[in-house]
């Protein structure tokens, strides 16, 4: 399980290297926009908080469980390294607030699929789907301001 969350850190922070690039600074981005250091913290948390509380769902789950909660898991780490690619490396920024969506929604789904298996588990996928809600507003508003 670490090992696909690690992956998809890597491959979104790949992507990301963008983030300071004079694309990226030339958007015009709404006030509530975090500073760009608080990025890298908070997804080094959430990914650790992933990967934990992954393992700790599929301890509980019953084979077939465990069989749909790891396509559940693949599917949103697909969407959350994809965002990274959409949005810095392809400038899409339309398309990606799509993408932050379909993320902010699976992430979402994942909390509560795994609540059916341990609730500490949910709990602590809670701020990856908050956060996941909050990120596709600040798409949504980066898109209409530099539309």
Known sequence: MSSAVAATAL????ASKDASSGWYRALDKPAFQPPAAAFPIVWTGLYATIAAAATSALERAEPEDA?????????NLVLNASWSWVFFRAHRVGPAVGVAAALAASSAELASRSGRLSRPAAWALAPYAAWCGFATVLNAAIWRRNA
């Open 11 to 14: 491959a979104g922070s790949l």
């Open 67 to 75: 069989r749909r909660y790891r396509r559940a898991l693949a599917a």
